[in-house]
């Protein structure tokens, strides 16, 4: 009897420990965004006021006015894919700032526009799952997160279809923006391979920019040998000056 009194009140004291640190949690919480609303409110992405969402209606309905969609042409016979915007003035920004600033809230501005685009341009294109370009292991980790990964899983749950690593980059390489064209076809050459076998699948690469398309076109040729049909879709479209 006297052992079962003392598991009652073992259990008892866990119980209202665990309530005490949910508690204690849910008020931290709750003095953590308070704090954080003080001393670091939202500001809109574009424009950098103060604003109760990322972006304010101003600059949402600008990139509105801008918004484009369509098919990039002569860039990598028969790769196919779609961009929504010129890579200039707040997109470029924009861009600039989810990569290399680590704000990943972008991400779901810049997915909001993709994910519009995929649906208007690729409406009578099956499409089966996303995916995204990958990195090369100790460049992730400078840079700290794969920022086409995170913007092709936001589309992907925008357009309610799977999200999948279907590639891998198994060497490191140079940087695409320091190179000509032809630089950058050479450069790409072996560096992606296909994470499995895709046949008949019918596969979307999510990227944020496309210049020359030669990353895209890799890629897409990889899972194409892997028995993938394969569409691409950027934020931003842009060419070598």
Request: hydrophobic share 40%; net charge positive; aromatic share 12%.
């Amino acid at each position: 009897m006297l052992n079962i009194c003392a598991i009652c009140i073992i259990i008892a004291i866990w119980y209202l420990l665990i309530l005490l640190y949910n508690t204690t949690m849910t008020i931290l919480n709750l003095i953590k965004k308070y704090l954080n609303f003080i001393f670091f409110p939202t500001k809109c992405a574009v424009c950098n006021k103060k604003n109760q969402n990322y972006i304010c209606d101003d600059c949402k309905n600008r990139l509105n006015n801008i918004f484009d969609p369509k098919i990039v042409d002569n860039i990598q016979p028969g790769l196919v894919c779609m961009a929504c915007f010129e890579y200039k003035n707040e997109i470029r920004d924009m861009i600039h700032s989810f990569k290399f600033k680590n704000q990943k809230y972008i991400s779901s501005i810049l997915s909001d526009f993709l994910s519009f685009g995929i649906k208007k341009v690729f409406k009578n294109k099956k499409i089966d799952l996303i995916t995204f370009v990958p990195m090369f292991l100790n460049i992730q980790d400078d840079l700290k997160y794969n920022h086409a990964k995170i913007l092709a899983e936001s589309t992907a749950k925008k357009l309610n279809l799977p999200f999948k690593n279907c590639l891998g980059k198994i060497c490191n390489n140079k940087k695409q923006h320091n190179l000509s064209f032809y630089e950058r076809q050479k450069n790409v050459k072996g560096v992606y391979t296909a994470a499995g076998k895709f046949k008949n699948k019918n596969i979307l690469i999510c990227d944020d920019i496309i210049t020359t398309g030669a990353t895209l076109f890799e890629c897409k040729n990889e899972l194409e040998k892997a028995g993938a049909n394969v569409l691409c879709a950027t934020v931003a479209f842009t060419s070598l000056h």
